[in-house]
């Protein structure tokens, strides 16, 4: 069974950094979809950034664009986060897909392994 496990998390004042990594157990990352998901407290998981399997398709949700970036090697995948806003504070899960999702989606049900998420907390 694929486990996954989140780090980087924490508390962050606004326009501040943090980069999340997620780690795998028993797979090489480089080689399947990708994706980092955010549940806020009373709302939905949202699909913030994604990756296809081959890397080259990569999706953004629009309140994320131009301030966070998916990157993976073949042991972790990658969150930067830059230019936090208080809107960003939520619990954050990694997630991998198959080998055969080329295209980056931002749809849940189209992973099928999760992490348990790690918190970010915007706060001045």
């Known amino acids: 069974q694929l486990q996954l496990e989140e780090s980087g998390g924490g508390l962050v004042q606004p326009g501040g950094s943090l980069r999340l990594s997620c780690a795998a157990s028993?797979?090489?990352?480089?080689?399947?979809?990708l994706g980092w998901f955010r549940q806020a407290p009373g709302k939905g998981r949202e699909g913030v950034s994604c990756?296809?399997?081959?890397?080259?398709s990569t999706h953004y949700a629009d309140s994320v664009k131009d301030r966070l970036t998916i990157s993976r090697d073949n042991e972790k995948v990658y969150l930067e986060m830059n230019s936090i806003k208080p809107e960003d504070k939520a619990v954050y899960s990694c997630?991998?897909?198959?080998?055969?999702?080329?295209?980056?989606?931002?749809?849940?049900?189209?992973?099928?392994?999760w992490g348990q998420g790690t918190q970010v907390t915007v706060s001045s």
């Open positions: 997630a991998v897909g198959s080998i055969w999702n080329v295209q980056a989606t931002s749809n849940p049900q189209e992973y099928d392994y």
């Open positions: 990756m296809g399997s081959t890397g080259a």
């Open positions: 028993g797979i090489a990352l480089d080689a399947y979809a």
